[in-house]
């Protein structure tokens, strides 16, 4: 079971430079979400999709940009990368089953702007 | 302002001995989560508490959500190293937006 699947791991990119992480699941999941976790913060929702071809903003999304074509796969955009995304995001996913959702993450993907 | 504060920050104690960590909120939430989060992972849920004053344990860990559904707590007996990792509580919103809170980092030392 593949279950949430994001690439790359790591990632350096220098300001200015754009770059998608991909995202995808192999659970027909409805729901797709995108958090960046970064220290002292906890873990924040970017852009979240509840269905293809749906997305919505989550608390964060400045300088990110989603798309949901297919059930499957989420990738999350950058831009044009600023340091202050330096961090660690996390895609997930889930059924949409209302307050006893069991939601899945993915590995993460750890991105440094220099 | 952090919609739920989640106390100690850091917490490091001896294997075999007990500790809770702690939930709060001024608001009042439908249910509530607790993920766990090992280094270069991501969170993995362990629970869901719905009704006020709801207990549910797994295994060593007992999870208390407050009577009036603002506050939540998580209680290990005889933490072990395998407990150590990130702890996280979580409000969901809709379907769709996860809440979390800044996290307790607990180091269980053998």
């Known amino acids: 079971n593949a279950g949430v699947t994001q690439t790359p791991k790591f990632q350096v990119l220098k300001t200015g430079q754009s770059m998608t992480l991909q995202c995808a699941q192999d659970?027909?999941?409805?729901?797709m979400s995108w958090y960046r976790q970064d220290p002292g913060m906890g873990l924040r929702l970017i852009h979240y999709?509840?269905?293809?071809?749906?997305?919505d903003q989550g608390e964060v999304p400045n300088g990110y940009n989603v798309s949901r074509s297919t059930t499957e796969d989420f990738p999350l955009r950058l831009l044009s990368a600023a340091p202050s995304q330096t961090s660690v995001y996390f895609c997930?996913?889930?059924?949409?089953?209302?307050?006893?959702?069991?939601?899945?993450f993915g590995e993460g993907s750890w991105l440094t702007v220099v | 302002t952090q919609l739920l504060e989640q106390s100690p920050q850091f917490l490091s104690i001896q294997e075999g001995e007990n500790l809770t960590v702690y939930c709060n909120s001024s608001?009042?939430?439908?249910?509530l989560q607790w993920y766990r989060q090992e280094p270069g992972e991501g969170p993995v849920l362990l629970v869901t508490?719905?009704?006020?004053?709801e207990v549910k344990k797994l295994k060593r860990l007992t999870f208390q959500f407050g009577d009036a559904r603002k506050d939540s707590s998580l209680h290990i007996t005889a933490a072990q190293p395998g407990d150590t990792g990130l702890y996280l509580c979580?409000?969901?919103?809709?379907?769709?937006?996860?809440?979390f809170g800044t996290g307790t980092r607990l180091t269980i030392i053998p």
């Open positions: 508490v719905v009704t006020g004053g």
């Open positions: 997930a996913s889930s059924y949409m089953t209302g307050s006893g959702n069991t939601i899945y």
């Open positions: 999709s509840v269905g293809a071809g749906i997305t």
């Open positions: 608001s009042v939430f439908s249910s």
């Open positions: 979580a409000v969901l919103f809709g379907n769709e937006k996860l809440t």
């Open positions: 659970m027909n999941h409805e729901y």
